[in-house]
């Protein structure tokens, strides 16, 4: 009879959706990975194509030095000048201010998307330091909802955002499950109608397929390559904890300058002032850090990796000074593009920092936990956090470092400003 009562009580369980409820998805949410991921290969290969010119070619043939301090100088100066025009000039000025903007973008009109590119295309290949995840994602976001909207107008809107932002994720990473655990932790608060793998099932389809796309066209790849760590013993713990605790700490620094910084270039209130200006702190701040210091980051931290004892402490330090406060100027001053893989590079440094100072920490504990502390920063995204650390360091006895140390990291980051802004200017917490 207690058994009854208990069982009355129990909260009842959510139904799971029938096949032929989620059949009628997989059609749209492949289309849309295959179509998300060509757009992301297609501009990243257009930007890449134009960075080699405008760093090979173009100096060797004015007789300047590629990494000289004056070409560098002039490169981000031309960067911001030109994006500035971009955004001045082009219909719908490449989309709102991208201080406001996070992963989960909003559904803009068609006629942003050409600026949006050609500003994201032209930042990629300049050297400001930003990623191309968030006006890729926000371009994917646009296309699906305008072109889902017309060819299945009977299709919840809200379905074609999911999926695209599902496909750019898995597009990016090369892999669905970076999409599954970022659209999970977003679904986390939201009302669900039946299953989470129910309400998954059309943007794991997406991922899956943009991750797909992705591979089979790119081969892109995420390990650094560094030595493999064997079994964990209790210096490593104590080191995972302490890095990603300090790096969550530098990058909690970033995010409370982020409203300041911006605020300063925000009283410039044009575009051709304000990125070129931040085309000139970002020139200064290159001379500073170097060539390493440039672009979104993440071929540069393979060459870090590839030689984790080749720099000093206070080399490595330096150069993850120098990548924070460029990250922070080109969110602030106007620079279309993501601030994920920049965010890597300074986590890295900071990590080789740390092996750096204490030869017993591991590189790959080193690497692996100051991403983990920079990203819970500077994101606020735990899986995306966790998932990012995990895959650049191949080593399936980092995964229990990793969560252990992602603790007392979130204590420090959670609750707190976000490196995202409202309207008005005032962090998003």
Known sequence: MAQETDASQAPPTAPTAPARALLPYILPAAAVGVVASLVFVGVSAGAELLQRVLWGPLPDALGVGRSSV??????????????GLVVWKMPGHAGPDPATLGLNAPVMPLVVMPGLVLATGLML????SLGPENPIIAVNVGLAAWFGGRLLPRTPGAVWPMLAESATIGALFGTPVAAALVISEALAGRPMRGRLWDNLFAPLTAGACGAVTTTLVAHPTFDLGLPPMGHPHAKDFLAAVVIASATALLGMCAVYAFPLV??????LRHPMLMLPAGGVVLGALGALGGHLTLFKGLSEVGKLARHPD???AGQFAGMAVVKLAALLVAASCGFRGGRI???VFVGSALGLCAHALVPAVHPSVGVATGVLGMLLAVTRQGWVSLFTAAVLVASPGLLALLCI?????WLLVTGRAQMQLRADGTPIR
Do not use: C, K
């Open 70 to 83: 004056a070409w560098v100088f002039v490169m981000l100066v031309a960067t911001g000048t030109a994006v």
């Open 125 to 128: 290949a300049g050297g400001p």
């Open 262 to 267: 911006h605020a300063a270039f925000r009283r």
């Open 310 to 312: 080749g720099w000093s």
């Open 341 to 343: 893989f920049p965010a």
């Open 405 to 409: 140390a992602s603790l007392p990291a």
